[in-house]
């Protein structure tokens, strides 16, 4: 084989093989999901009250990243509606994604956890923008 060539070849099977890694590197997620699939009966019981609010060390961080203020995650937790194919279930409890756009016109996904007392933010979601964020 002419050596002009072996640059050539080389660079194709990086290409190759970095493309392969990137189709394989998160698995099968059926086989690795963690996540209990129950049934929701009722969405409609979900609370909306917004003057408990526990914001996880995650959501503060999000928030920050993503340019969410507390104003606009209690607009959503009033108003947001209930994306009822990602509502979670562990052994932890139920957590629920809600959908809106903000006042500012942020198209966002809140995921909140209700307790018996409060109402945790579990992660903050910006759907339109991909934001830089070094949270943890």
């Given at each position: 084989?002419?050596?002009?060539?072996?640059?050539?070849?080389?660079?194709?099977?990086?290409?190759?093989l970095?493309?392969?890694?990137?189709?394989?590197?998160r698995?099968?997620?059926?086989?690795?999901?963690?996540?209990?699939?129950?049934?929701?009966?009722?969405?409609?019981?979900?609370?909306?009250?917004?003057?408990?609010?526990?914001?996880?060390?995650?959501?503060?961080?999000?928030?920050?990243?993503?340019?969410i203020?507390?104003?606009?995650?209690?607009?959503i937790?009033?108003?947001?509606?209930?994306?009822?194919?990602?509502?979670?279930?562990?052994?932890?409890?139920?957590?629920?994604?809600?959908?809106?756009?903000?006042?500012?016109?942020?198209?966002?996904?809140?995921?909140?956890?209700?307790?018996?007392?409060?109402m945790?933010?579990?992660?903050?979601?910006?759907?339109?923008?991909?934001w830089?964020?070094?949270?943890?």
């Amino acid at each position: 084989m002419n050596k002009k060539y072996f640059p050539f070849l080389a660079l194709i099977a990086a290409v190759l093989l970095f493309i392969w890694v990137k189709k394989h590197q998160r698995g099968d997620p059926v086989k690795h999901s963690t996540t209990i699939e129950t049934p929701v009966v009722a969405t409609t019981d979900f609370p909306r009250n917004t003057t408990n609010l526990v914001y996880s060390k995650h959501a503060r961080c999000r928030m920050e990243c993503r340019h969410i203020d507390e104003s606009e995650v209690k607009e959503i937790l009033a108003r947001g509606e209930i994306n009822s194919d990602k509502i979670e279930s562990d052994q932890k409890g139920t957590t629920y994604p809600l959908e809106g756009i903000t006042h500012d016109k942020q198209k966002v996904r809140i995921v909140f956890a209700p307790h018996e007392t409060e109402m945790v933010v579990v992660t903050v979601i910006d759907l339109d923008k991909e934001w830089p964020c070094n949270c943890n």
